[in-house]
């Protein structure tokens, strides 16, 4: 997976082959992200991808 930054950094991230599916790549990173979405719930509530359930998808009508 290649990545690009605000400031244009470029990264190239090796991906578990498990992960290549877009579902599955989308839940990690929410349970990533899960401990400072607990802490910060207004950043959560800008996503339209990591429910509090720890759902993946577009649960706000968005």
Do not use: F, N
């Not at 802490?39 to 429910?51: A, D, G, I, N, Y």
Request: glycine share 10%.
């Amino acid at each position: 997976m290649v990545t690009v930054s605000r400031d244009g950094t470029i990264r190239i991230w090796q991906v578990e082959e498990e992960l290549v599916r877009l579902e599955r790549l989308l839940k990690q990173g929410c349970q990533w992200l899960d401990d400072y979405l607990a802490s910060h719930p207004q950043e959560r509530e800008k996503l339209t991808v990591c429910s509090p359930d720890g759902g993946v998808g577009k649960d706000k009508g968005r």
